[in-house]
Each structure stands twice: as C-alpha cells, then as structure tokens.
C-alpha cells in the first residue's frame, strides 16, 4: 500500500510537471520582436518626461477601449481607468503614484497603441492576453505631483507611504480599486534614482524588480511567489538587450507602503523599478524596455508560461546598490603648499525643475574626495598625473564658457560645493570641468 501511494505521488507530480513543461513549450518568446518593432507602437505625442495631465487625457479619451473617470486628485483633475480583455485573471497596473516617476506612464500609452495594432505578427499575442486576462490600467495616479514634477503630492504627502491612512484623496482611490476588482496580479510602477547600480558593479540598475514582501519577516506564500516568478519570466526577457543591467529592489518591509500592503490584502505585487541607462536622460530607451517587460510579464500571466521558475532564479538578480557617482575623477593631483596629494573627485548632477516644471537646469555637487577605488562613475576620467587647478586661473575659459563669479573660485575644491576646475598637464589644459560638466 505504501509502495503504491509513493507510485501514485510521483505520478501525479509527474503529471504537473509535464502539464507545466507543455504549457511552458507552447509559448513563444515575443520579447525580441517587441524590442525591434517597438518604434511602430511608441506614442509620438510624448517625447520628454515632463508631460503634465493635460497632455495625457487627450490621448486617454481619444482610446477605443472601456474608459472612465474613477475619482479625482486634491486639485480635481481627472483620474482615468483604462479597461482591455475579458479574461478571468485580472491585473490591475498603476503608474506615476510619484509625480516625478513617468517612465511607466509613457510605456502604457504604446502599450495602449500596440493593443489597437492588428496583422503585425503579434495577434496571437494580443489574443492570449486578451482572452486570458482582464486589465485595468490607472495611468498618472498623482496628476498633481506631476504638474509641479515632483514626488509627493499637492498636499506634500507621499501617497506610498499613505497605505494606513488614506489621507490623500488618490491613494484611497487605489485602495478602492484593489478592494473592488480584488485583482490576481497588481503592477506598481515606479523610477528610481539613476545612480543606483546592479549589485557591486560599475553598471546602472536600469530595470530593477521586486516581488513585495507583506510582513516583517519577508515570508513566501502563493501570492508572493507567483509575482516573483512573473518577474523571472520579465527580467530573462530584458537580459537579451541590457546583460548585467538589472536588479533587484530591497525587500525591506514597509508597513505604510502601498506594494507591502497590496501584497498583504492578497494580489501578487510585481514593483519595477526604472533607474538610468547612459545617455538617456528623458529615459526613451528605458520606455522602451518597460513597454517590451510588461508585456511579457502580461503573457506569462495568461498563459501561465511562469510556474517553472524557482526562487533561485529570481534570487541570482543583484540587490541595487549605491556605488555610482555621475561622474568619478580619478587619481587626480592636488597642490598643498608643493607637496602633491593623489585624490579621486566623486561628482552628482542634481536637477533643478525649471519654471512650471517644464525643464530643468543641473546643479552639480562635489559628493567625496580621497580613495574612491571601491566606486564607479557613469562617466570617468583617468587623470593620473594631471593636476586640478581652479578656473580663476584660466581667464581665456571664462570668456569661452561665459562663467558667472561663482563659478571661478580661486580656492580648492571643497566638498558639497559646485564642481568647476581644470585638469592640466604642466601648462597644458586636458579638460575642463564646468558644473560638473566635461567640456
């Protein structure tokens, strides 16, 4: 009797297994072709992060999708939910809670565009998703933060650690939301700081994941586990085109915060996280990634193509880490009084919203002097034998790059200041660094 239950367990975990490994074979990896057509379904009408509400609802109200208005900001703009698909499992997916983190948001109207497309090789797709899933999409979740760009919103509240209070009238809106759909999978979609880095490495965190844990002792349950293996699923897609440049977010409990307590009321929280990529400042090519991420996370979910994936896989990602500078000065010589002293230069470029948020100016700042060997730059000079001088020095380069009073001090770098000076060999000028700026 022992011997035939053993023969009957192994058979039906035999049994799922091939019913998994099936479901597994049959489904095709879009990601590539995604990645390459993308520029068809990129919605041409927002080319820059710092789009407002009322660039956004006319391109919501002109979709040929379900759509209403699902309550109001503090200051009463429109918040709009966007549904597709009639399928069983629903999946609900906000972006922009944080006024100053529109990557997502751009993604989701290609998103939006690629759902209208037909006869484009990806019918299948759109029919698997559709068929399998219903989805409710809340673009611009904090209108009001991101008409000032910032992260909080008009009541200076940070509506993800607004998940106990409802204080702002948007995070009770989600919590609605959750309680009335009660959706399998939940999307939360943020930006990070672009000088977070994959692990101990000189490489940005671009796209980091996390499967939010619901309790101070990160515990696993079904839900939880689900969402990690749908990140799986996504970050093997995005390895093709970013190897080395994706991360994991902390998993750190925070009780107040709306992806912890998601988890918690029993959704499956997948968090992305949009970091920085070299040279793309208005982050298109991270919209890019986004676009091509979610929509393989989507299938996954229809399809259930995610179960074979195992905590180890999702584990290997690296933790996000703080060992970028945007620009790292290294081995650089420094005269005190004849005698040479050998320093790196750690440099941060902040910006600064300009009038109305509609641009922005960089004010840079001299992060850390000395031994930085265990650091990296997105930008690096070797400077071995070349020696960091003032401007004041140089009056041929103020009249080149028009430099204010404060911008020519004749004193040595201090930190927290603004990084302007010139790196010269003997009297010959190498570079010259103007607001943190290589000119």
């Not at 922005?360 to 265990?374: A, C, N, R, W």
Request: with cysteine; glycine share 6%.
């Amino acid at each position: 009797m022992v011997l035939l239950r053993k023969r009957l367990t192994f058979a039906v975990i035999a049994y799922f297994i091939s019913i998994s490994m099936s479901s597994f074979a049959q489904t095709k990896d879009f990601s590539k072709d995604l990645f390459a057509q993308y520029a068809q379904y990129k919605e041409s009408a927002i080319t820059h992060r710092r789009f407002k509400h009322k660039d956004l609802v006319p391109l919501i109200k002109q979709l040929p999708f379900e759509k209403q208005v699902v309550g109001k900001s503090f200051e009463e703009r429109d918040l709009y939910q966007i549904k597709l698909g009639n399928g069983k499992t629903k999946i609900l997916l906000w972006s922009q809670m944080h006024g100053d983190e529109p990557t997502a948001t751009m993604a989701l109207l290609d998103i939006f565009r690629f759902f209208q497309a037909k006869n484009d090789g990806f019918d299948a797709l759109r029919e698997s998703i559709l068929t399998n899933t219903t989805l409710y999409f809340v673009p611009m979740l904090n209108p009001d933060g991101a008409e000032r760009y910032q992260r909080r919103t008009a009541t200076e509240i940070d509506m993800n650690r607004d998940a106990l209070r409802f204080q702002t009238p948007e995070g009770a809106l989600l919590k609605k939301l959750q309680d009335e759909l009660s959706p399998e999978f939940s999307f939360n979609l943020h930006d990070k700081n672009t000088r977070y880095s994959a692990g101990r490495s000189d490489k940005q965190a671009t796209v980091s994941f996390l499967a939010t844990s619901f309790d101070f002792e990160r515990s696993w349950n079904p839900a939880r586990t689900s969402a990690m293996q749908v990140i799986c699923r996504m970050s093997e897609s995005l390895q093709n085109f970013i190897p080395g440049h994706l991360g994991r977010w902390n998993d750190e409990h925070e009780p107040r915060a709306f992806g912890d307590n998601v988890a918690k009321w029993g959704s499956s929280l997948i968090l992305i996280e949009s970091g920085g990529y070299k040279e793309d400042t208005e982050k298109q090519f991270i919209r890019k990634l986004n676009f091509v991420a979610i929509l393989t996370g989507l299938q996954a979910i229809a399809e259930k193509s995610y179960t074979h994936y195992t905590l180890a896989t999702y584990e290997a990602l690296p933790n996000n880490e703080r060992y970028l500078y945007d620009l790292l000065i290294r081995n650089a010589e420094f005269d005190y009084k004849g005698k040479i002293v050998i320093k790196d230069i750690a440099i941060d470029l902040i910006e600064k919203n300009t009038r109305n948020a509609t641009g922005f100016t960089i004010k840079s700042v001299i992060e850390d002097m000395g031994d930085l060997s265990t650091f990296w730059g997105i930008k690096e000079i070797d400077a071995t034998g070349l020696r960091v001088r003032p401007l004041a020095y140089f009056p041929e380069l103020i009249k080149t790059y028009t430099l204010s009073k404060e911008d020519i001090q004749d004193k040595e770098l201090n930190l927290d200041e603004k990084a302007n000076f010139v790196l010269t060999k003997g009297n010959e000028v190498k570079y010259v660094i103007v607001n943190g700026q290589i000119k």
